[in-house]
Nanobody
């Protein structure tokens, strides 16, 4: 029913920028949250940023504060993650996910997931 599609990953040099996109469809929730997560091999999938569509509230993980910005377009069907001043430590598979209601802090509480898009930052 609900489909989440994420894209925009690429290879970039340190200090560069990328913008990831996430489009969600097939839902009728009045209140929902969309988040960006990242994962490296052998590690857990952690939330990087999230946006609560109901109020426009945004949340960021400490390492990306001041560098990443999550936003939603006017139609509220696409969420972006603007990634500036990228660092090699940002290299990971990035996933977009959605959950109904308020933003969940834990990864496992997000219900619908995109396939992931690879971001590679070289030094």
């Amino acid at each position: 029913q609900v489909h989440v599609a994420d894209s925009g990953g690429d290879s970039v040099q340190a200090g560069g920028s990328l913008r990831l996109s996430c489009t969600a469809s097939g839902f009728t929730y009045w209140s929902y949250c969309m988040g960006w997560f990242r994962q490296v091999p052998g590690k857990g999938r952690d939330r990087v940023a999230a946006l609560y569509a109901g109020a426009g509230s945004t949340y960021y993980d400490d390492p990306v504060k001041g560098r990443f910005t999550i936003s939603q377009d006017n139609a509220k069907n696409t969420v972006y993650l603007q990634m500036n001043n990228l660092e090699p430590e940002d290299t990971a598979m990035y996933y977009c996910a959605m959950v109904s209601g308020l933003c969940a802090r834990r990864t496992e509480e997000f219900t619908y997931w995109g396939q992931g898009t690879q971001v590679t930052v070289s030094s």
